[in-house]
């Protein structure tokens, strides 16, 4: 299948192509030239695990990898996670689900992608007969550089390179990372927030400069973050299986429309789930829950995207973005395709740091979509109670889902099955839950962890646990101006 660039002056021949190029060359992303139906599979569906599963959503648009390489390459990724089970679904209440994705190597959801991306991204070097190293940057929130250094670590041919707000992440976030093993690996701290290190990194891969320094290296580049389709197309997926199960479970009947509620930052995850839906899943409201940074609320509400704001550091810091990268997708999508006024309304975000969508455009948003917001106060607030009415440890970023939905299911008064999208493990936010539960200051991460463990009778995940003993191999912090010179002697060694 070809691949279109949002700004259209581009364009990927194959998919194997737009992953391994993770940014079109004139700076937009690649988005599939049709959005493939999976109406006739879903009796397939039925009889799915999640690998087939994976493996079958994925083959529509990666025409041209082999089946059943990929079947074993997805296999081979989701044993990783606990129990095999990339995304089991829980029953909270009446006709309310949890969708547990935080079960892989790093306790986020970005494990689901980021286990297999090496695979698609090596395969799809090898089919475009790309000789060089291939150089990953990552620019991350706190949890996909962890789940990209893990998914990359001691690949052949590949180097990775990820860049952190300095004091942006949790500390366990950071550890996870400042520990990273690997002979392959560097870990940098930018001064600034999130925003900061993705524009830095944007930058980077449109700088013809940076391609001119590392071609004389050998090295091209390729990104992990979600602006990458193949980061993005592994997490259509688990809403194909979520509702699958639903349905085997006698949840729900086939055909039956159902809810998901996403907590958001840079828009690839709820993405995800529109694309699900353009491919024929029942799927009713999409749900974008952020946290004070609500620039993605204002947008669904008023069709203003203003990432011109006071910019909040929150206790769900996944979501602590102004300038969700993969809004460019959905944007496209509701312009009717229009890449003329998708790249004016980019320029206009770069140049005054807002730009607008038409009436029209957001009343067909509002069919798909609804958005609001969680305040940390709340926050706290809907962990707490939700531990004591359900017995059930949400982590910040769910808990904002989790909030979300119960506003949006007394506004909309939805009898559909709702699924909350659960996208990291509490414990990796040990103190802030720990405080939320029990109104108990703790300072050290892994106290904080063993408390919280007490208090809920589950125990600390071995992964957390590890991480006390490792010792820090990265501890370097940069000007974000500094960027590119950091990844040219990286890309020498
Ligand atoms: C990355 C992340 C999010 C936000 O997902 P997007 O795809 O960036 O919208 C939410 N929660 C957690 C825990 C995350 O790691």
């Known amino acids: ?63 041209e990898y082999d089946y059943d390489q990929l079947l074993s390459a997805c296999k081979s990724a989701y044993s990783k996670f606990e129990n095999g089970e990339p995304a089991p679904l829980v029953k909270t209440g009446e006709n309310f689900y949890i969708l547990e994705l935080f079960h892989g190597p790093t306790l986020a959801f970005k494990d689901i992608a980021l286990t297999l991306l090496p695979y698609l991204l090596r395969k799809g070097a090898d089919l475009c007969g790309i000789k060089d190293n291939i150089l990953i940057l990552v620019a991350t929130s706190g949890d996909t550089g962890k789940a990209a250094l893990e998914g990359f670590k001691n690949a052949d041919g590949i180097k990775i390179m990820v860049f952190y707000p300095s004091d942006g992440v949790s500390d366990m976030q950071k550890l996870q990372m400042c520990t990273q093993e690997g002979d392959n690996v560097n870990v940098v701290a930018v001064k600034g927030n999130f925003d900061d290190c993705q524009t ?69 995850n709820i993405l995800a789930g529109y694309y699900a839906k353009r491919m024929g899943l029942p799927v009713d409201k999409l749900v974008c829950a952020s946290n004070s940074n609500n620039v993605l609320t204002e947008f669904f509400s008023d069709g203003e995207y203003n990432a011109d704001r006071e910019f909040y550091k929150t206790m769900s810091p996944s979501m602590d973005i102004l300038i969700s990268s993969n809004l460019e997708r959905l944007v496209f999508e509701l312009s009717g395709r229009d890449a003329d006024i998708t790249s004016k ?84 936010f040990s103190q802030n839950v720990l405080y939320s539960i029990t109104g108990k200051n703790e300072r050290d991460p892994f106290k904080a962890a063993d408390k919280l463990s007490k208090e809920t009778a589950e125990p600390v995940p071995d992964k957390i646990l590890e991480l006390k003993n490792k010792s820090v191999r990265f501890n370097g912090i940069i000007e974000k101006s500094e960027a590119l010179r950091s990844v040219i002697s990286f890309a020498e060694k």
Do not use: W
Not at 50 to 57: N, Q, S
Not at 248 to 265: A, C, M, Q, R, W
């Open 1 to 63: 299948m070809k691949f279109i660039s949002t700004r259209g002056k581009s364009f990927a021949k194959n998919a194997a192509e737009a992953i391994t190029k993770g940014l079109a060359d004139d700076g937009g992303l690649f988005v599939p030239e049709i959005f493939p139906d999976m109406g006739g599979e879903f009796e397939n569906l039925l009889e799915m695990d999640y690998a087939e599963t994976a493996c079958l959503v994925l083959s529509k648009f990666l025409t």
């Open 200 to 268: 830095a990194v944007k930058n980077i891969f449109s700088s013809a400069e940076a391609a001119g320094e590392l071609k004389k290296r050998n090295c091209v580049l390729s990104s992990a973050n979600s602006i990458n389709f193949g980061r993005l197309a592994p997490q259509i997926a688990y809403y194909f299986s979520a509702y699958f199960d639903l349905v085997s479970n006698g949840e729900i009947k086939l055909g039956d429309k159902i809810n998901f509620v996403v907590p958001t930052g840079n828009f690839g």
């Open 345 to 428: 309304r980019m320029a206009e975000l770069k140049k005054e740091g807002r730009y607008n969508i038409s009436q029209k455009e957001l009343n067909i948003l509002e069919k798909d979509f609804f958005a609001d917001y969680c305040d940390e106060d709340e926050c706290r607030a809907t962990i707490s109670g939700f531990f004591e009415e359900c017995g059930y440890v949400l982590d910040p970023h769910t808990s904002v889902a989790v909030d979300v939905a119960d506003s949006f299911l007394s506004y909309s008064d939805s009898k559909n099955a709702t699924v909350i999208l659960s996208t990291a493990s509490p414990y990796k």
